[in-house]
């Protein structure tokens, strides 16, 4: 890590735990308030595409019935501590917008 980058880390930590407005911190301590929004942006950013470049895996067990009618069979889907189950006729868009709420949670 260079030393640019450690000081705007510990500038933008000190900036956090301050509780003032950025204006104010910046200007207590002799900072561009565009250099330090800047900084906040640019390690946000970075932090997210790390966090997306991530595979996450999920485990998926079809789930027994006892009448083997195809008709009743049913999927569960476990993200986190939840569990979908997936009937026949099931509506896609609720399931899509349940898993993407699931996902940001877990």
Not at 12 to 34: F, M, P, R, V
Not at 41 to 56: A, G, I, L
Not at 66 to 77: D, F, V
């Amino acid at each position: 890590m260079n030393n640019k980058r450690e000081i705007w880390i510990k500038r933008i930590q000190d900036y956090k735990a301050s509780s003032l407005t950025a204006a104010k911190w910046c200007e207590e301590n002799g900072l561009s308030i565009n250099s330090l929004r800047y900084y906040v942006h640019k390690f946000n950013k970075e932090k997210k595409e790390q966090e997306s470049s991530q595979t996450k895996w999920t485990a998926v067990f079809p789930a027994l019935t006892e009448n083997n009618n195809s008709e009743t069979k049913t999927i569960k889907i476990t993200i986190g501590q939840a569990i979908i189950e997936v009937v026949p006729g099931f509506d896609s868009n609720t399931f899509e917008t349940l898993v993407r709420i699931l996902k940001e949670q877990c």
